[in-house]
């Protein structure tokens, strides 16, 4: 019953429907830990800096943005203004108008609804798992539709566990020691993940110039400067793409 | 910051979050990204993962901190070997974690 509601009434679609969104489960299911231990991580912040628990429920539901949280929290402990609050939170996200480019060619043929709706679940580490995945298969004109349900299989899984280990935060808050240094699980987990997408050398050059700026721009304001790492590592991965066929031309 | 004020920021961070996720979504027809830029843009996963792990692993206190008294660092460094050797998750976030903790408490 949940089945045909959820995949469609005709059977061979749905069973194609059904086995691309479980292909995105299987995908995010070891990063899935990862967002555990920050969902967490976030849950225990938001109470501690002084929202209360329907705020903090309301504010990870809706937003659904684990570093935007993280940056309005101590603006908003603070007494700040709330336009400094919507700023912070507007350039934290900034990268995420990078990710909806990019991810823009695959899911241009949608209605707009849609697209909305995909936009709406894309974080880090949806985003990085699926156009790794695809980006190393041929252009994205056909199999449209199993696109989306893969998609939507990794979003189900990434939003369902971080409000499940966010609201375990929330309610558990008090209970949690800081010095249990989830916050490095975390961290761990995303070394595990992005290990295996460093293939071949425009993505290592883009892999080491991305980690020297995010170091250099870190004490920039907002954390503009995960932003300006970002556009320097994509460059740099894109130069060292060029230099590499100019070489195998030669 | 009144109830209303931090219901209020919440509402108005979902609109600027859900806005910067949708809007080359949305107006990706009108804002057309040039074909070098899509190829480019293949790139943004590798640099923004390790955008956000570089400098928790490589800064202490806003500095950069490359040493062995570095526990994340090091904690780090033995996650990348575990995981180059074993490409098991678990085993990476296992033993980094050891590491890391070890060297907290003993180092």
């Known amino acids: 019953m949940i089945g045909r509601a959820l995949f469609g009434r005709h059977p061979h679609t749905a069973q194609a429907r059904r086995s691309a969104w479980l292909d995105g489960l299987r995908v995010v299911a070891p990063a899935l830990i990862a967002l555990a231990a920050w969902g967490l991580v976030t849950g225990v912040a938001m109470v501690k800096s002084g929202l209360t628990q329907w705020q903090a429920l309301g504010m990870s539901m809706l937003m659904f943005a684990g570093s935007a949280q993280l940056a309005a929290l101590p603006l908003i402990a603070a007494d700040a203004p709330v336009w400094v609050v919507l700023l912070t939170a507007a350039v934290v996200n900034l990268r995420f108008v990078i990710f909806s480019a990019g991810l823009y060619p695959y899911f241009r043929d949608l209605p707009l609804g849609k697209r909305m709706a995909l936009g709406y679940f894309t974080g880090d580490v949806s985003f990085a798992l699926a156009v790794s995945r695809w980006s190393t298969q041929s252009p994205p004109q056909q199999g449209s539709s199993e696109r989306t349900w893969f998609y939507a299989g990794i979003c189900c899984g990434t939003w369902t566990v971080w409000q499940i280990s966010s609201a375990a935060g929330i309610f558990l808050g008090g209970g949690i020691p800081g010095t249990w240094g989830l916050d490095f699980v975390a961290i761990l987990a995303l070394v595990a993940l992005v290990l295996p997408m460093i293939a071949g050398p425009p993505a290592i050059a883009g892999a080491l110039v991305a980690s020297v700026v995010a170091v250099l721009a870190a004490a920039t304001p907002l954390k503009l400067g995960l932003v300006i790492a970002v556009i320097a590592g994509i460059s740099a991965a894109v130069a060292a793409d060029i230099l590499l066929e100019r070489l195998r031309r030669q | ?107």
């Open chain 2, 1 to 107: 910051m009144s109830s209303t004020e931090i219901w209020l920021s919440i509402v108005a961070m979902t609109i600027i979050t859900l806005a910067t996720r949708t809007v080359m979504l949305v107006f990706g027809d009108r804002i057309p990204l040039p074909e070098r830029v899509q190829h480019a843009l293949r790139f943004a996963p590798v640099c923004a993962l390790t955008a956000l792990i570089a400098p928790e692993l490589l800064t202490e206190q806003g500095a950069w901190a490359i040493s062995l008294a570095n526990a994340k660092l090091v904690g780090g460094a033995i996650a990348v070997a575990v995981m180059l050797a074993t490409r098991s998750m678990m085993a990476t976030m296992g033993i980094g974690m050891a590491a890391y903790l070890a060297l907290r408490h003993f180092g």
